[in-house]
């Protein structure tokens, strides 16, 4: 102990200058929005090493569990397409094919989640993507069970996600059954659950009805999965509070599906044009 009060005393000037750094920078990239954008980024890129050097550690003893969810996956996915097959052979002529003008809205990025937060009131995750494989800032992040969040900042091998666990976080989304939708947000209480609002009050909702995404937006294609409905406030008003039960165990996710809108950019000039 007195050895460290000689130190302190020793180089005392020394450290209230480097104290005095770190005020200064503090204050720098707090009250400029492009020190800051910077700092995010670069920050994001050196956790982002380190939590992937964490998560593969942690892996090694879940790939059991992460093996079942990827063949029941595959098995679904499967069993989707012989359906379609089973409707329509003729889709699958390759000559059909060749002829057909057909325009691909989305494309898929896979990517792994190294950094999970569910417990605060403003989560963000951390996936092994960036720019260098495609994924830039307002893209879709799902996986085979229902919505994760909105890409936030992207550097080159690492992006943020604002988790739907976010006290920030708006999602357009609807009632399966109906085409009556609202707008999805969280409380800040049960990682597992969330709120859908301004759903009209002519909206017919029981509980157990689905949840998904409504398709209003760049963002999320329509049909996402999100939830159930568990619980609805007595008074039917256009500002009705739906408490949704998640699909998604949030604090049990891994691989996840980064999602690009190709037909982003046309839409928002087009929407551009309407405000001038």
């Given at each position: 102990?007195q ?29 400029h929005?492009f ?35 990827l063949?029941?996956?595959n ?13 329509n052979?003729?889709v ?13 809205k ?15 009131s ?12 495609g994924?830039l ?35 357009n ?10 707008t ?21 909702i ?23 409905v ?38 928002k ?8």
């Amino acid at each position: 102990m007195q050895q460290i009060f000689f130190f302190v005393q020793k180089y005392k000037y020394f450290l209230f200058f480097l104290l005095l750094e770190f005020f200064a920078i503090f204050l720098i990239i707090n009250n400029h929005s492009f020190h800051k954008s910077k700092f995010i980024s670069s920050a994001n890129g050196i956790t982002g090493k380190l939590y992937q050097k964490s998560s593969q550690f942690s892996d090694y003893f879940h790939l059991k569990d992460q093996n079942k969810e990827l063949n029941d996956e595959n098995i679904k996915l499967k069993n989707q397409l012989e359906l379609l097959m089973s409707k329509n052979d003729t889709v699958f002529n390759q000559t059909i094919i060749d002829t057909l003008q057909f325009h691909q809205k989305y494309t898929y990025i896979n990517a792994k989640i190294i950094k999970n937060e569910y417990h605060k009131s403003f989560n963000f995750l951390t996936v092994n993507r960036g720019k260098k494989q495609g994924v830039l800032k307002e893209m879709a992040v799902v996986n085979s069970k229902g919505i994760i969040g909105i890409t936030d900042v992207s550097n080159k091998d690492y992006s943020r996600v604002q988790s739907i666990l976010n006290k920030n976080s708006k999602i357009n989304a609807r009632l399966k059954n109906s085409f009556h939708f609202g707008t999805l947000i969280w409380n800040g209480k049960d990682y597992n659950t969330v709120q859908l609002i301004d759903i009209p009050k002519e909206a017919n909702i029981t509980q157990g009805d689905t949840i998904i995404t409504g398709g209003k937006s760049t963002i999320f294609p329509e049909g996402v999965l999100i939830g159930t409905v568990i619980k609805q406030s007595n008074k039917s008003t256009f500002n009705n509070s739906i408490d949704i039960k998640l699909f998604n165990d949030m604090s049990n996710i891994g691989y996840v599906y980064v999602i690009k809108n190709l037909d982003k950019i046309e839409i928002k000039s087009l929407d551009d044009s309407n405000n001038e």
